[in-house]
């Protein structure tokens, strides 16, 4: 059996009782662990008791009797057990599809219940195909989060510790996340335990001071001052960064996620609708005035222009070394000058 994305998640929720072993694989091992944890905890029942024996590739490879033992064996005290194994793709298929084989012919031969996991599989992999036809055994590809998982993820993780969060931090928050599932719990985490015993909901403020350091906030400045042809305040914001380390390749970089999600702006204000929202970062209704006069001086014909400067400059910068520091401050005072020229 096979599945895939949300149908994929919904099976660690509530699997088939006729499924004795599962494949769980993808891009992001964190996300892949996490569902691993789900399923382990919907095959017991959340029974405090379960036995989980780990085992690795080169454990299994070495002596494939752990496996066969660790599944046939009964517990003397009636505990459920739970074999997992991490393997790096087909290096021990052989071994884990003979086992595979075994429940298959025989479904109640085994004693335990199976949690394979793995990165990415190709198509063609022997451990995934003959999983993937399997009746007795399930094949779950889990893809990369995206926004509305990120936001629900952390909505359950903070409501478990009562704790309370504006949408519109939630959303600024969630946007300024890491995609690794991995980093994405960790920086939950954080978040919970400021939220914990705060005696209100967190805000866009909270946020801000969280995960904004003076870097990031001067490059914000540094942007928005560029795009807005404020020449004086970007050169000035510029040579603060510059004095603090921040280099010129990071600078570029923050240039163009902006250029970015200003072309982005554009295409998505032909759908109508709150289209502040819809971008990554988001932005939200108070911001929303300030941005819509810089885009305004940008087309879209304008901002492609300039990302190809961009990208240009960067390159430049690279093979620059010590003189990339005069390239960037070019760019920025053409780029104002730009911006300064479609204002009148």
């Known amino acids: 059996m096979k599945f895939a994305g949300a149908q994929a998640g919904k099976f660690c929720a509530k699997p088939d009782a006729k499924i004795w072993a599962?494949?769980?694989?993808?891009s992001d091992e964190g996300l892949v662990s996490d569902q691993a944890a789900a399923?382990?905890?919907s095959f017991v029942k959340g029974d405090p008791d379960t036995e989980i024996i780990r085992l690795s590739?080169?454990?299994?490879?070495?002596?494939?009797?752990?496996?066969?033992?660790?599944?046939?064996?009964?517990?003397?005290?009636g505990y459920n057990r739970i074999i997992r194994v991490q393997t790096s793709g087909d290096k021990i298929a052989k071994?884990?599809?003979?086992?595979?084989t075994l429940g298959e012919t025989a479904p109640d031969r085994f004693a335990a219940k199976l949690v394979i996991t793995a990165g990415t599989l190709a198509k063609r992999s022997k451990l995934r195909t003959q999983i993937e036809t399997a009746k007795h055994a399930a094949a779950l590809h889990f893809f990369d989060d995206e926004t509305a998982d990120v936001l629900a993820l952390t909505r359950t993780r903070l409501a478990a510790d009562k704790v309370e969060i504006e949408d519109e931090?939630?959303?600024?928050?969630?946007?300024?996340l890491p995609g690794a599932r991995g980093m994405a719990n960790s920086e939950i985490e954080k978040l919970a335990l400021f939220g914990l015993g705060l005696g209100r909901p967190i805000t866009n403020t909270d946020i801000r001071a969280l995960t904004t350091t003076e870097g990031d906030h001067g490059l914000h400045e540094l942007v928005s001052a560029t795009l807005s042809g404020d020449t004086r305040g970007?050169?000035?914001?510029?040579?603060k960064l510059t004095t603090v380390g921040t280099s010129p390749i990071s600078v570029l970089r923050a240039l163009q996620r902006e250029a970015m999600r200003m072309l982005m702006a554009h295409n998505l204000s032909a759908s109508g609708g709150e289209v502040g929202m819809k971008l990554k970062?988001?932005?939200?209704?108070?911001?929303?005035?300030?941005?819509?006069?810089?885009?305004?001086?940008w087309s879209p014909k304008r901002l492609a222009r300039l990302i190809e400067r961009i990208y240009a400059a960067e390159e430049a910068a690279r093979t620059a070394g010590h003189l990339a520091a005069?390239?960037?401050?070019?760019?920025?005072?053409?780029?104002?000058?730009?911006?300064?020229?479609?204002?009148?």
Request: glycine share 2%.
């Open 234 to 239: 970007a050169l000035t914001t510029l040579d």
């Open 169 to 176: 931090a939630l959303a600024l928050f969630a946007a300024d």
């Open 57 to 77: 590739d080169d454990e299994i490879r070495k002596d494939p009797a752990l496996l066969f033992d660790g599944l046939e064996a009964v517990s003397l005290l």
């Open 281 to 297: 970062p988001p932005v939200f209704k108070q911001a929303w005035p300030a941005f819509r006069a810089r885009l305004s001086l």
């Open 22 to 26: 599962c494949l769980l694989f993808g």
């Open 95 to 100: 071994i884990l599809l003979e086992a595979i």
């Open 326 to 344: 005069p390239v960037l401050r070019k760019l920025i005072a053409d780029l104002t000058n730009v911006a300064a020229k479609a204002k009148s």
């Open 39 to 41: 399923l382990c905890r």
